[in-house]
């Protein structure tokens, strides 16, 4: 899997769902991380996704690799209607 580091564009925050993963197991600094798998499934999460809409923010997919963990997503403003 090609390794891509995080990037804040002009449209978000750019970033691999591993890359994520390891800047949260950074940030937390916890004895017992979760696993990537759970990680990966909160992310996916109904509560995460109405927590991210209620800040403004949702996850798109920024360039589609057919493969989740090679994927790039990018964290965006809410487009206002």
Do not use: H
């Not at 804040?8 to 940030?27: D, K, M, N, V």
């Not at 600094?29 to 990537?36: A, N, P």
């Not at 109405?50 to 920024?62: D, F, P, S, T, W």
């Not at 963990?69 to 209607?81: D, R």
């Amino acid at each position: 899997m090609a390794e891509t580091a995080m990037v804040i564009t002009s449209q978000g925050l750019q970033f691999s769902l591993p890359q994520i993963y390891a800047f949260a197991c950074l940030e937390t600094q916890q004895t017992q991380q979760q696993s990537y798998q759970s990680f990966r499934s909160c992310l996916y999460g109904q509560q995460t996704q109405v927590k991210l809409r209620a800040l403004g923010g949702e996850v798109v997919i920024a360039c589609n690799q057919q493969n989740i963990n090679e994927s790039l997503y990018q964290l965006q403003a809410l487009q206002v209607k």
